[in-house]
């Protein structure tokens, strides 16, 4: 009954969703045919000294609390780059654009973008809606977008880079570490949307092939922050962890919820897959003690690691602390980079076959990440950070090696192909 | 016993939230969507005074005059400026406002933290009173007084002091009240004061449990609008029982159901009652004959 009603859901959204999609591709197509079938490749102008990027990033609405950050750290490293010569020689000229929290928006400013400011790619978004407006455009102007943020996987685009963990490589490492820590029972708190929901029916899939038990499930919409009903109802399950893909602000109120109800990390923790040193603060200490599964930490010991950390501390309007998200989007442009420079050039097509001739590397903050030439997707170590007293994370422990990506998860056989089917069918 | 517990104190921050509003919208006919934004600026008071005196067992109760009379003064400077030239004109102060509303949200993600700030609660919050096996979270409870004592004062406020009456003369019959001497344009000031500050300290509680950021009003601000038309437009009473209700209401279904399908229960509820009974709980029953 109930995941019936689940599934209609996820039916009417999804429908509504394809009818959105077959609104905004139609339209980028009508302008691209009254423009001449190969508009968008032949205007970006590559004789100058400088080439042009576009930077698509909430500057404005609720999403700007953290999209923000990732516009910075583009800014700071495109500022690194052309310091260093830029990109086959070209300085970044970037334009940066406010897709103000509104997916319609993401659609237009990415059309604008590629057709009236002819720039070669653009980097930038954060919510899967955000994204699945921008995908139709790119693909039919045949762009290039960057995207770094973890999402809920199940995608992949020849025109979208994806430089944020997908589920294999976040979801995944921290049932895995659940399981190494004996963990029986679990119960799942999530935003109502579609990555935390996607996020749970394959941490159930998987919970089922570990031994451990869900013991409840609990969804309030992302712009809600009052948990304690919900936590009432956590703290009478009383499992052995609690799975959080709550979003945004609604976090504080659920950590604020849970530390009422007097719950605890030694007998209830709670592991994260949106809390990071931005968010952690936030919470103040009540948030302290728990954990959060990433795949780059302030925290870590690389050779790369400590210049980032100093970069962005000195760079102006910066938050002060480095995050994953924000990582993931500064590899994204000197992935590119990368790319251009083994294409020899700025051209989609190109670049792309320069992806799958030969594999692309970065020594990134996180370790050196390789990029897959099929699915688009990066290499990722996968992390357990555990916060302490200055919302800063001590690793708990690590994957024993980068994980390559596998958005459709095609590598486990636990994750049965009706459910990729239906599952991908209804993320639209 | 637990949804009934937290849905009350639910209930009490809907009330807090509301009550400015059942001021400003219910006596004077101004539609404030800015409302939700002194509620942030509040909040984001309770976080200033705590950068000043560190030790929040103090900062709470000092923040929460504070926090009054900062959101009052941003009240009071968008009742002179803006709002004064539009009264009786309800749909033009809704557009004003929204606007004022996205300039407010947009200076506080200037100013502070874009991820927001934290609010720590006083330690004499920690805990939980234990109703009939129920760990009541003190948090709680401390809602619930906030609220009484809000409402308490207000009432008596309106009901026993010269300033009350005046307002109460002004909202049953503007042009009489100002026939009979009554300085209405003083009256409007200090009502959309008073109103606004009541949003300040609905954000000194509403930091308490959830985040302090730029767009916390926005989850208040629908909410306690439909708080305050279903109790009767200028019904303090009704106010207080249709906010009760609703909070009630939302901790009922979240119990039975989850957290989203509470949410459209609960307001469903609200907007059948609303067609069954346009007019709300109770009306002001006045002599004019519009």
């Not at chain 1, 020689?89 to 400011?117: N, R």
């Not at chain 1, 653009?122 to 790119?138: C, D, E, M, N, Q």
């Not at chain 1, 820590?181 to 935390?196: I, Q, R």
């Not at chain 1, 799958?356 to 996180?366: G, L, M, Q, S």
Request: glycine content about 8%; some cysteine.
């Amino acid at each position: 009954m109930f995941s019936t009603s689940k599934r209609m859901r996820a039916l009417v959204a999804s429908s509504a969703a394809a009818l959105l999609l077959a609104g905004c591709g139609a339209r980028a197509g009508d302008d691209t045919a009254a423009a001449g079938s190969s508009a968008a490749a032949s205007c970006v102008d590559t004789s100058g000294a400088t080439i042009k990027l576009g930077f698509l990033n909430s500057l404005t609405g609720g999403m700007a609390i953290s999209e923000k950050t990732v516009s910075n750290v583009l800014h700071m490293a495109a500022d690194e780059i052309n310091a260093s010569g830029g990109i086959l020689d070209k300085k970044i000229e970037y334009v940066q654009e406010d897709g103000a929290t509104d997916w319609p928006t993401f659609a237009e400013k990415t059309e604008k973008l590629l057709t009236q400011d002819c720039v070669a790619a653009i980097f930038g978004g954060w919510t899967s809606s955000s994204r699945k407006a921008v995908k139709p455009v790119v693909e039919k102007l045949n762009g290039l977008f960057f995207y770094p943020v973890q999402y809920e996987g199940l995608e992949s685009s020849p025109n979208i880079y994806y430089t944020g963990a997908t589920t294999n490589q976040q979801i995944i490492p921290a049932m895995d570490f659940l399981a190494s820590k004996g963990v029986k029972t679990l119960f799942l708190a999530g935003s109502d949307y579609v990555f935390p929901r996607t996020a749970n029916a394959i941490i159930k899939l998987y919970a089922a092939k570990l031994g451990i038990k869900i013991v409840g499930e609990e969804y309030v919409p992302l712009d809600k922050d009052d948990w304690t009903s919900q936590v009432a109802k956590i703290a009478a399950a009383k499992p052995d962890f609690i799975f959080n893909t709550i979003n945004g602000s609604s976090n504080v109120g659920f950590i604020k919820a849970y530390y009422d109800a007097g719950l605890t990390p030694a007998k209830t923790p709670i592991i994260s897959v949106s809390i990071a040193e931005e968010e952690a603060p936030a919470m103040g200490h009540e948030v302290t003690g728990n954990y959060a599964s990433w795949n780059y930490f302030q925290s870590l010991k690389t050779d790369t690691n400590p210049k980032f950390i100093e970069s962005w501390k000195a760079y102006p309007n910066s938050s002060g602390v480095t995050s994953d998200p924000m990582e993931a989007a500064y590899i994204s442009l000197y992935l590119y980079k990368s790319l251009v420079e083994a294409a020899g050039s700025f051209d989609v097509d190109k670049v792309n076959a320069a992806a799958k001739a030969k594999p692309i590397t970065f020594d990134a903050p996180e370790g050196k990440v390789t990029l897959d030439g099929e699915n688009h997707h990066i290499s990722k170590p996968g992390h357990i950070g555990r916060i302490n007293a200055d919302n800063q994370f001590d690793i708990v422990w690590a994957s024993d090696k980068f994980i390559e990506p596998d958005p459709y998860l095609e590598g486990y056989d636990w994750f049965p192909a009706d459910i990729r089917k239906q599952l991908t069918d209804a993320a639209g | 016993m637990a949804p009934l517990l937290n849905g009350s104190a639910q209930g009490a921050l809907l009330l807090l939230a509301a009550l400015g509003l059942s001021l400003t919208f219910g006596q004077m006919g101004v539609i404030n969507m800015a409302h939700g934004e002194f509620l942030m600026i509040g909040a984001f008071s309770a976080y200033l005074v705590q950068q000043v005196i560190s030790a929040s067992d103090l900062s709470i109760p000092v923040a929460l005059p504070v926090a009054f009379v900062v959101a009052g003064l941003f009240g009071l400077v968008l009742e002179v400026t803006i709002i004064r030239w539009m009264y009786r004109r309800p749909l033009d102060t809704l557009l004003v406002t929204v606007g004022v509303g996205l300039i407010l949200q947009q200076a506080a993600l200037q100013i502070f933290p874009s991820q927001g700030v934290p609010v720590e609660k006083p330690s004499w919050l920690d805990g939980q009173l234990t109703v009939l096996g129920y760990g009541w979270p003190l948090r709680q409870v401390f809602t619930i007084l906030l609220a009484s004592v809000c409402v308490a004062v207000l009432s008596a406020w309106l009901k026993y002091t010269s300033f009350g009456r005046r307002i109460r003369a002004t909202v049953h019959n503007r042009d009489l009240a100002e026939t009979a001497g009554i300085s209405t344009r003083t009256v409007d000031r200090l009502t959309f004061f008073v109103g606004s500050g009541l949003a300040g300290v609905a954000g000194v509680a509403a930091s308490l449990i959830g985040g302090t950021n730029s767009q916390m009003g926005a989850q208040y601000i629908i909410p306690a609008f439909l708080v305050v038309a279903a109790g009767g437009i200028g019904q303090l009473k009704g106010t207080i029982i249709a906010a009760w209700a609703v909070g009630v209401a939302l901790a009922f279904f979240a119990y039975w159901t989850t957290g989203s399908l509470a949410q459209v229960l609960a307001f469903i509820l609200v907007i059948v009652f609303l067609q069954l009974r346009p007019q709300g709980l109770f009306t002001v029953r006045t002599r004019s004959l519009v």
